[in-house]
């Protein structure tokens, strides 16, 4: 019966994603990456295995719940316990609401706030069971509050949030730690250097958030004693107008 801890990352990509991924495998954790194409963490996988981690990809559509079962049974029953559970999967496309279909709305939703329940539910259903372990929750800005154009984005995120709320009230006398991360700022990734060049190139030097920074943060959550449990952090620039 394999018993390695495992952190167990959904939306595993080239940012914030791949970060947690690097630091969970530092911290001696076997990280099971999730995306929707394995392919596409090959480069992900060879970095954390050249520094001594273990990592195993996985290629899933976090919004088809017989997959994201599938996943977890196969990963608690090949690989290890999951321990960490983190949801990090986005749809942050910005669309007029007056141009807004209703199956792209549907999509954003499905991606950002529907994954995440699923994710969450099915590492709470494996977590409760040894009463111990934690679920985190990617946020953003937008979490908060609604802007312009971000009407799909913001309303998904919004459930996100209310998710995290309400299965932290439920699971934490469990023994679970829930939390959800504010991102609240653009972060150091080649996305938003190659879309939003000016952005990246007017900021001085820490001005955007840094992934391996982010990725720190979610470790001591993780951390932390449940004496003292966060629910929710948020995180920005020092030079982020909030």
């Keep these: 019966m394999p018993d390695r801890s495992v952190a167990l990352i959904a939306g595993a990509g080239v940012g914030l994603g791949g970060a947690v991924a690097r630091r969970f495998a530092r911290g001696g954790y076997h990280v099971c990456a999730l995306r929707r194409h394995a392919e596409a963490l090959e480069p992900l996988c060879a970095e954390i295995r050249e520094a001594g981690g273990a990592i195993t990809p996985f290629g899933i559509d976090a919004r088809e719940e017989e997959q994201v079962v599938g996943v977890f049974d196969r990963v608690e029953r090949e690989i290890g316990p999951v321990e960490v559970a983190v949801h990090n999967i986005g749809a942050n496309l910005p669309i007029p609401i007056l141009e807004f279909s209703a199956r792209k709305y549907f999509k954003i939703w499905q991606l950002a706030c529907f994954s995440g329940f699923l994710v969450g539910r099915e590492a709470a259903r494996r977590m409760v069971e040894r009463e111990r372990g934690t679920i985190l929750f990617t ?58 060049p000016q952005l990246a190139e007017s900021r001085p030097e820490g001005g955007l958030l840094q992934p391996d920074d982010i990725a720190e943060n979610y470790w001591l959550l993780h951390q932390q004693p449940r004496s003292a449990w966060t629910q929710e952090l948020d995180l920005r620039p020092w030079v982020e107008p909030w």
């Design 139 to 196: 946020g953003a800005t937008a979490s908060l509050r609604g802007k312009e154009l971000m009407a799909g984005f913001a309303g998904a995120k919004h459930g996100l949030r209310a998710l995290a709320q309400s299965m932290a009230r439920e699971l934490g006398p469990r023994g679970i730690h829930v939390a959800h991360v504010v991102i609240d700022g653009p972060i150091d990734m080649p996305w938003i250097r190659e879309n939003f």
